[in-house]
């Protein structure tokens, strides 16, 4: 038996021995190594040889290392896959053991169901407009048809600094404001923010909250136009089956006006307690814009027409998170906030 | 507004159409239904009073009764004494819930059986009244009670205020009527007129001083009237109502006004003071500075120069449009009585109503403002009446004072416009119809135009907008089909992200470090800021609800402090909340100008009451307000040393981004913590996103380094005073171009550093974009390095 044969066996044998890839490795390096491996140093003293010798055991060291090499891969492949077939056991770890909290901290409820409203809206086409809080006598109530001695000019009661100054009762003054801003047509645009009204503390209102106004002035807009936008607007919000009804009502800004209802999301209309058996969840208010107002914004009646429409954040806050005390998005208790 | 049902049966024919929908009518109609109130009395049953005797063995004052149900006797206790023999009463049967909600059941009293309930007036919900058993003026025994009472049903009705007209049971019929096609029952204007002699102008004298304050006043003069209770159906509507009856007259003056929305009084003549005419007078006239007077309601009232009164030649005796006075009211002795029905202005009504603090049915209508031509229909209805049911003689041709006579509002619509504006096709002689239902008049002129009159009691109708809401609401906007507007437009403004959206980055960099969002109030209490000392720019509103609530704030901060001071008392120690929010700041000099509105981002932190918690707390939010700022696009910002109210003296930096000041972060000064009684220390960054939104750039790709850097460590060891951001300046000033980056990594005191100095480590990375450096040539920058920072901060090396 040649040498390299003798060193073969050899190598296989401890190679089929062999547990780990660590030993595959030393056995590599102990016949394989570039210096001192045994298969090298087969060859070492090839050059001395007859060329017909050094033939055969180049031939033969090449064969040996090839021989090695595969036994090799092939233990590797063996220990893996045997390894493989064990780690269902071996490295079981207990799966419903919780996660470490990543102590994460929550976006407001009211901003994130603000951004979803801006988000349906701007869908549309329309385009946040922003305004200030504190706001002029004329531009809160005067140029909205809300005169000194109108009767229901009681469902504003403010919060005043003097008697020109006050905090705004509604978004409707960056409306006028928007008009004044944008001049020419068409003017699509959605006015969140904050405002305040002097109601005592209760768990239905607040003397402060926050809504957002829409307004459309365009040539030849209708009142299904309004209707279309507020059930594309509650549609997108609350699911495709919901239903969005128009009953008349009164606001001095409007002309004709409403009050808008979406259909109760729990009996589908029907009547159940929580909408109190009506089928209906009163929303917000709407109308198309009164001739007066477009003037006071600067935009001829005679040419061109408007719907716009209000609503509470946090009313539809409540309904879509079953919030039942308003009160609780303004306390800031983190037990709450960071259930959202 | 609380309607009865069977009182609308009276001007409208409801056959077929119940309680339920005729609020559903009403309601489409615009005229909400907030709730609806049904009381069943189909199952009691009148019964005849045989016999009454007191409980022989009861402690209590009970009586015995047997009671005639027609095909039986029964035998029924009650507590009451009033059920005599002889007497109509509602029998409850045992298994009967009374409408109050109470289930009758069989009983036994003291060895008595009690078969069935007597019922009050307030256990049938007719009434307040739970003295004694309700005596019915007719019936017979064994009926359902229904055939002498009929069921009630209310309804409350939300009525908006343009439709003052609405707010009695005419105006409603009307409008059902004209939701249902239905004929109205009855003339708005009623004919009856007095006929006695003399005419009634003669018998009292009416001036009105205030015209703008009082359009119309008109007197009518009954005498002979017999004052006393009024009939059962009256006293059942009234209550229905919710109105207490009086007396027949009194009762007949709240019926009106519950039926034609004008509000009445009556006046005892005799009891009106006369003037030199020898007649009783009235005069509607401003009071005068301290006259007073004494109230239906028994309270003395103080009146003042800015209210409407009634006087009469020497005092005033009624609050006009609000209350009448105790000495001139009518009562059991009063025989002849002056009707008054005026017209005064809304917003003088309600001021004084506000002033005296009563808000009375009265005042509730003419605050919206009444038309004149109304107060005649009601006088004449309420004279009707009052002849009617209380005998009285009513003189012809009152005393009408009426300055400003009721202008007639024409309206021109081009009826186009219907369709245009409702965006559904609405047939002209469906529109015209529903118009007249109304009460309008509508006259085509030739050129197609409809020129509208709109009936005397509708001022609210005064543009094409008003007439086209008429028809869509009778109409019916469920059949307006919901369109998206859609048109070829050659102007458009491009979209831009609004700043709440943009600002989201900073949200999502806050909730990932743990931050949780607030919203707070913006009104605070003025004294909280002024003990803060941060009231110098505070806007103190003047009819604050509350003082905890008086003030705008100027500073995000205090509110936060409240807010970890609440969940600190729920429990939770460690707190981490933000908001964004506008502060308000007044003008310096100039309180009536409109304030600034900076919106701020202010974030608030607890840590350990440890000095050196605060210091790593403090570098920690620096990291968040760093990532804030980055994810925002907004350049790197510098923090330079700083003092401002609320933080710290030695742990306060301005945050300042391309030279503008942003605003303060630091470490909150003590004083804070312990005026809202926190213990620890806190973290707080109060800063303008405006100007951070302005700076904001889009971020650019730079290439990735072809070539490996070195990095070096560097332990700087200086006086403690010598600032970080100092030495790194020098490092990048001596480093030259292959300075990549410098960046402090900690700070140490200890034993290897002398007192008074600190050791600042910092990481130096080096790299040129065209080759490898080596390490002679970064030994050599090193070297530069430490020799500047050698010189110009005495630093020496560990």
């Not at chain 1, 809504?211 to 059930?231: F, H, I, S």
């Amino acid at each position: 038996m040649s040498a390299s044969t003798e060193l073969t066996k050899e190598a296989l044998g401890a190679i089929a021995k062999a547990h780990s890839d660590s030993e595959l490795e030393t056995i590599a390096l102990d016949y394989l190594g570039r210096k001192s491996g045994q298969v090298t140093r087969l060859l070492s003293g090839i050059g001395q040889l007859e060329p017909k010798k050094r033939a055969a055991l180049g031939q033969a060291a090449n064969e040996a290392k090839r021989t090695i090499e595969g036994a090799l891969a092939a233990r590797r492949a063996e220990l893996e896959g045997a390894r493989l077939a064990d780690i269902a056991e071996t490295e079981a770890i207990d799966i419903t053991f919780p996660g470490a909290p990543l102590g994460r901290g929550h976006i407001h409820v009211l901003t994130q169901v603000q951004r979803q409203i801006e988000t349906v809206l701007e869908n549309l086409g329309y385009q946040v407009e922003l305004g200030p809080e504190v706001e002029t006598e004329w531009y809160n109530f005067e140029a909205l048809n809300i005169s000194a001695g109108h009767p229901a000019r009681e469902n504003w009661d403010s919060f005043y600094f003097t008697p020109e100054l006050l905090l705004r009762a509604h978004t409707s003054p960056v409306q006028i404001r928007a008009m004044q801003r944008i001049k020419e047509p068409p003017i699509y645009i959605i006015t969140p923010g904050r405002c305040y009204r002097r109601d005592a503390p209760e768990a239905t209102r607040l003397p402060y909250f926050s809504q957002v106004e829409g307004l459309a002035v365009d040539r030849g807009l209708t009142v299904g136009d309004m209707k279309g936008t507020l059930l594309f607007m509650i549609q997108s919000l609350y699911g495709k089956e919901r239903k969005v009804r128009v009953r008349p009502s009164y606001f001095p800004f409007t002309e004709p006006s409403f009050e808008f209802d979406v259909s109760c999301g729990i009996c589908g209309g029907s009547g159940c307690k929580s909408c109190r058996h009506k089928g209906w969840l009163e929303v917000g208010g709407c109308g198309m814009v009164h001739p007066q107002v477009l003037r006071n914004g600067g935009i001829d009646p005679e040419h061109w027409n408007g719907y716009a429409w209000g609503f509470g954040i946090e009313r539809m806050a409540m309904s879509k998170h079953n919030v039942d005390d308003i009160r609780l998005f303004y306390e800031s208790d983190l037990r709450f906030l960071d259930q959202f | 507004m609380r309607v009865s049902y069977e009182w609308l049966s009276d001007f409208v024919n409801l056959d077929g159409i119940g309680p339920k929908d005729a609020s559903e009518v009403l309601t489409r109609l615009g005229l909400e239904v907030e709730s609806l109130n049904v009381i069943d009395l189909s199952e009691i049953v009148v019964g005849k009073v045989l016999e009454q005797i007191p409980h022989p063995k009861s402690r209590n004052p009970l009586w015995v009764h047997q009671v005639d149900l027609g095909d039986r006797v029964e035998q029924i206790i009650a507590g009451a004494p009033n059920a005599i023999p002889g007497s109509l009463v509602p029998v409850a049967l045992p298994g009967t819930t009374v409408p109050n909600g109470k289930l009758v059941k069989d009983l036994n009293i003291a060895g008595y059986k009690a078969s069935g309930m007597l019922c009050s007036a307030e256990e049938l919900l007719l009434g307040d009244d739970h003295s004694g058993i309700l005596i019915l003026e007719a019936g017979k025994p064994g009926d359902s009670l229904e055939s002498v009472i009929p069921s009630q049903a209310t309804m409350d009705i939300e009525v908006t205020s343009n439709r003052p007209d609405c707010m009695g049971h005419l105006g409603v019929a009307r409008e059902l009527a004209a939701g249902l096609d239905r004929p109205l029952k009855g003339d708005f204007m009623p004919a009856f007129t007095g006929t006695a002699d003399p005419p009634g102008r003669d018998l009292v004298e009416v001036s009105i001083d205030e015209p703008d304050l009082c359009s119309r006043y008109i007197g009518g003069v009954i005498k002979g009237v017999k004052v006393g209770p009024s009939p059962g159906w009256l006293q059942r509507r009234l209550r229905a109502c919710g109105v207490r009856p009086i007396n027949n007259v009194v009762d007949i003056t709240n019926y009106v006004l519950l039926e034609y929305a004008q509000p009445l009084h009556v006046f005892d003549v005799k009891k009106l003071g006369q003037g030199e005419g020898g007649l009783p007078e009235i005069h509607v006239r401003r009071a005068k500075a301290g006259e007073r007077l004494r109230c239906l309601d028994g309270i003395e009232r103080e009146l003042t120069a800015e209210m409407l009164v009634i006087a009469d030649a020497e005092k005033p005796v009624a609050i006009a449009g609000v209350i009448g006075g105790e000495d001139s009211a009518v009562t059991e002795a009063t025989t002849d009585i002056l009707l008054e029905a005026a017209t005064f202005s809304g917003p003088s009504v309600r001021q004084t109503a506000r002033e005296v603090g009563l808000r009375t049915e009265a005042s509730a209508r003419f605050e919206k403002g009444l038309p004149a031509e109304l107060a005649l229909a009601g006088a004449r209805r309420a004279a009707s009446l009052i002849a009617e049911l209380a005998g009285g003689t009513v003189h012809r041709e009152w005393a009408d004072v009426y300055p400003r006579p009721q202008e007639p509002v024409r309206v021109r619509l081009r009826p186009a416009r219907v369709d245009e504006v409702l965006g559904v096709h609405v047939p002209l002689e469906e529109a015209e119809s529903i118009l007249k239902r109304l009460n309008f008049h509508v006259r085509a002129l030739e050129d197609g135009e409809w020129d509208v009159l709109p009936p005397v009691f509708r001022l609210d109708v005064t543009i094409p907008e008003d007439l086209v809401e008429e028809v869509g609401r009778v109409y019916g906007y469920d059949r307006v089909p919901p369109t998206l507007p859609g048109r070829r437009h050659d102007r458009w403004n491009p979209s831009v992200p609004s700043l709440g959206r943009r600002l989201d980055a900073a949200r999502e960099v806050l909730a990932g470090a743990g931050f949780t969002e607030t919203w707070n109030p913006a009104l605070v209490s003025g004294r909280a800021l002024e003990n803060l000392r941060v009231a110098a720019h505070a806007m103190r509103v003047s009819n604050a609800l509350s003082d905890d609530m008086d003030t705008l704030r100027t500073s995000l901060v205090p509110s936060l402090v409240d807010v970890v001071a609440l969940n600190r008392d729920r429990g939770r120690s460690e707190v981490r909340v933000y908001e964004i929010a506008s502060v308000f700041l007044a003008p310096v000099g100039d309180k009536t100008g409109q304030p600034e509105e900076p919106l701020r981002l202010c974030a608030v932190a607890t840590c350990g009451a440890e000095a050196d918690s605060g210091r790593k707390a403090f570098y920690a939010m620096k990291s968040v307000l760093d990532a804030c700022l980055a994810d925002l696009g907004a350049p790197i910002c510098t923090y330079q040393r700083a003092s401002a109210e609320l933080f710290h003296p030695g742990r306060c930096a301005a945050v300042v981004i391309e030279g503008r000041q942003l605003g303060y972060m630091g470490e909150l000064h003590p004083s804070v913590l312990a005026a809202a009684k926190l213990e620890g220390r806190m973290i707080a960054v109060e800063i303008d996103v405006e100007p951070v939104i302005e700076a904001a750039q889009i971020p650019r790709a730079r290439p990735l380094p072809r070539f490996p850097a070195i990095e070096r460590d560097l332990a700087v060891v200086v006086e403690d005073h010598v600032a970080a951001a100092a030495l790194q300046a020098a490092i990048a000033e001596a480093a030259g171009e292959f300075l990549e980056q410098a960046r402090a990594f900690d700070e140490y005191h200890g034993p290897q550093v002398p007192d008074g100095h600190k050791s600042i480590a910092f990481t130096l990375t080096f790299r040129s974009p065209e080759r490898t450096l080596t390490d002679a040539e970064v030994d050599k920058v090193m070297a530069d390095i430490r020799l500047s920072l050698e010189k110009r901060h005495r630093a020496r090396f560990r």
